[in-house]
């Protein structure tokens, strides 16, 4: 396919504009079919793939047009195009190089529209390119699936109706050399646009049999039916199962134990057993595919080892549970009322830019009788025979309905703002969901919250009971990653990694209300135990997180703050997160912005990037502290140093190798208290060991110099700790500069080199 750019397009949109100003009345007509829809994959992606076919009642050579096409969003994404995204391909059937073929978007995210134009004389065209009563194949399209959304229906349609219609035209003399005399050619008006065609087959090749020993006709895999004859055991066989579709006889136990999976893209039809181990997991792909239950099926759930007064929050996998199924030996099961709830002023007076989960009356939650198990919905589960009961850990049988599968809704409930608005969820499917896959999907939450459950309930916490929870016990997860609970004394044992496990509940705080949806694209084969451990799902991003403790008090808490090209320097929906309240705290803030977030995501990571820190604390009496790296990742976290100034003390220390700063504090709210920058000594577009800016004294009491090394000097600015600059030269290619630095006061700066191979900043100290 050509590739022109924007030089060809306005000469089309000219074409165009004389395309729809010329009416011929004709009695010939043309029709557009979809034919031999169909999933292909290369090796790493999925596709779509359709032939565009056409035919006429009358013959004739078609000459220059256009038509639309309509697409599923979710299967493929918005704005799909063969420039940028390049997701969308097209491969000539009657058009070939007599055409110039043009694929373009047309401000519509769900829309795709194909333009041709004869460029060749008429005479040049040969007779198999003459449209007839019998279909022929115009172009053959090719669209690129999201990733695992294959299973979804691809709603691939042409648009009809005024402005879509009658924008073909027949052969006549070409754009460069029209030789008709009536130019273009002759207006079709009589189009036509049949759809059916494009319907993707999801029918399965091939059969194969189970007879309790061996497969028939070789193992499954994703195009083949597996009917299972005979006892199968995920874990005796060594195999997880893969298939079209999963059919269990009667008189059969399939067994998928616990690590072990199976995938199935359609349906799966049970006559006999379909046990499924805690960890266990089985993933459907198709979202309109069924679960057929004829016979038995039963998906279990084992809690950690839980402590006496200690809950969870849990849901059920399967379409049909209720309070008295599953959770009929829990003493206490709590159902959520959002409208009912409102922070607890005591915890919103100390904590203002914090998000709060105290209730102000107790009246959040409140006992659950003997109704439904809602799918999607969390619920607080006290498996405990009664208050006082021992603890341990307890295993829920979850058998009655069918699993759940496709989409599943949930009504998102929203007050007045997002702090007073937390709803209750749990993960409805019998394996794990991607946390990120559910974020990006639903628009009125930005992240995820788990129960880690590490404190025992006590009067003396904030609340409206007679023995509260702390709200120390929450981590949180969103787009960029995690950080831990408060409570957790490791600061990374709690620490979510985006995966949430068969049953899980979670917390949302809404940014609006509406329907949030699971569906099978965020299903998960492996990582199905984070009921509550940790695991891992995160792409490659630069993150740091920086902790805070007091080991006098044993309290500490952890931020995250990360760098990616998906994000920016101000609030970012998915990756902003706003800080937990908590007894000790440190977060990150943004210059000009009144927020204090747990999780900052900023741009793509330069050196010269400054992050605000502030910190609070409700311990009455001076304390010391110490904050540090708790851990990092990412290639650029890596190789740069990374230092922490306090802005009240005028103290910088290098986290990087001095391990932590410490200090004392009273108690209170310290916004900007502290500032993280980085020193990256790596040119932005150079070899590390080749290009290089070498900068001494450092510290300086009067002047530095600066030497390049395989490089030129263009220009050095110099910037205090505020990125104020405060010194700017020029310079024509030098390879040493010596500045003096006599008037400019004690304290830290940047300097900043700008080279004939890139840009470097280097941080030094004026004593």
């Known amino acids: 396919m050509y590739n022109y750019k924007y030089r060809p397009m306005k000469k089309f949109t000219c074409l165009l504009l004389v395309l729809m100003s010329i009416s011929v009345a004709s009695a010939q007509d043309i029709s557009f079919t979809f034919d031999n829809a169909q999933i292909t994959n290369d090796g790493a992606n999925d596709f779509y793939e359709v032939d565009v076919m056409v035919s006429s009642s009358a013959d004739l050579k078609v000459g220059t047009g256009q038509f639309y096409i309509n697409y ?58 003459t449209v007839t009563t019998t279909p022929k194949l115009f172009t053959h399209l090719k669209i690129q699936y999201l990733a695992g959304q294959s299973g979804i229906d691809p709603s691939i349609c042409f648009e009809s109706g005024p402005g879509f219609t009658d924008l073909n035209f027949t052969a006549c003399g070409g754009v460069f050399g029209a030789d008709c005399a009536t130019f273009p050619g002759v207006r079709i008006t009589d189009d036509s646009f049949d759809c059916s065609g494009s319907v993707v087959s999801l029918g399965c090749a091939s059969t194969t049999i189970w007879n309790g020993t061996a497969w028939d006709n070789g193992i499954p895999d994703s195009n083949t039916i597996a009917i299972m004859d005979g006892d199968y055991n995920t874990n005796t066989e060594d195999t997880d199962i893969t298939a079209c579709e999963l059919i269990i006889n009667s008189d059969v136990t399939v067994a998928i134990t616990a690590g072990r999976f199976a995938h199935i893209e359609n349906d799966i039809a049970v006559d006999g057993n379909l046990l499924v181990a805690h960890q266990g997991s089985v993933v459907q792909v198709n979202d309109a595919a069924i679960v057929t239950n004829n016979g038995f099926i039963e998906v279990r759930v084992s809690t950690p080892n839980l402590a006496s007064r200690d809950f969870m929050v849990l849901g059920s996998p399967m379409t049909a549970e209720s309070r008295n199924d599953v959770y009929a030996s829990s003493f206490l099961v709590l159902d959520q009322n959002t409208a009912n709830f409102v922070p607890h002023p005591d915890v919103t007076a100390l904590f203002p830019l914090a998000e709060n989960f105290a209730d102000d009356n107790n009246d959040y939650w409140s006992i659950y009788g003997a109704g439904p198990i809602i799918p999607g919905e969390g619920y607080i589960v006290r498996p405990q025979s009664g208050y006082g009961a021992p603890g341990g850990v307890f295993n829920f049988t979850h058998n009655s309905g069918t699993l759940n599968n496709g989409a599943v809704d949930f009504e998102v409930v929203f007050n007045t703002e997002k702090n007073d608005s937390p709803n209750a969820l749990s993960n409805p499917y019998p394996s794990a969901i991607s946390a990120d896959d559910f974020i990006n999907a639903n628009t009125m939450i930005n992240e995820v919250y788990f129960w880690e459950h590490l404190t025992p309930p006590s009067p003396g916490l904030p609340g409206a009971g007679s023995m509260n929870f702390s709200m120390e016990d929450i981590s949180m997860y969103n787009l960029m990653g995690g950080t831990a609970a408060s409570a957790d004394p490791t600061g990374v044992d709690t620490e979510p990694n985006g995966i949430i496990a068969t049953s899980q509940g979670f917390g949302i705080k809404a940014e609006a209300g509406g329907t949030a949806q699971f569906t099978n694209s965020m299903r998960r084969t492996t990582g199905n135990t984070t009921l509550r451990t940790s695991g891992s799902e995160t792409g490659e991003k630069d993150r740091l997180w920086i902790s805070i403790a007091s080991e006098k008090y044993e309290l500490q808490n952890t931020t995250l703050v990360g760098f990616s090209e998906a994000t920016t320097a101000s609030v970012d929906n998915g990756y902003d997160s706003r800080r937990l309240a908590s007894v000790l705290s440190i977060f990150s803030e943004i210059q000009g912005s009144n927020v204090e977030l747990g999780i900052q995501s900023r741009e793509s990571f330069q050196s010269d990037i400054k992050v605000p820190l502030g910190f609070s604390s409700l311990v009455d009496t001076p304390t010391e502290y110490s904050i540090a790296i708790s851990k990092f990742d990412g290639i650029n976290m890596e190789q740069a140093t990374v230092y922490l100034y306090d802005n009240l003390l005028d103290v910088t220390t290098n986290l990087s190798v001095d391990g932590r700063y410490n200090f004392t504090s009273e108690k209170g709210t310290f916004n900007k208290r502290f500032t993280l920058f980085f020193e990256l000594d790596v040119l932005s577009n150079q070899d590390y060991d080749t290009q290089k800016i070498v900068l001494f004294p450092n510290p300086t009491k009067e002047g530095i110099t600066i030497s390049a090394i395989n490089t030129s000097i263009e220009k050095i600015e110099i910037f205090d700790i505020q990125g104020r600059l405060v010194e700017s030269s020029t310079y024509n290619q030098e390879q040493t500069v010596k500045l003096s630095l006599t008037n400019i006061q004690a304290g830290v700066y940047f300097m900043t080199a700008s080279t004939t191979d890139g840009q470097l900043m280097k941080r030094f100290i004026k004593e």
Do not use: H, K, M
């Open 72 to 129: 599923n969003t979710t299967a493929f994404g918005t704005f799909v195009q063969s420039s940028g995204a390049g997701n969308f391909e097209s491969t000539a059937g009657i058009l070939n190089n007599t055409y110039w073929n043009l694929i373009y978007t047309d401000n519509s995210e769900s829309r795709v529209s194909y333009a041709y134009v004869q460029l060749a004389p008429e005479a040049a065209y040969t007779a198999a390119q």
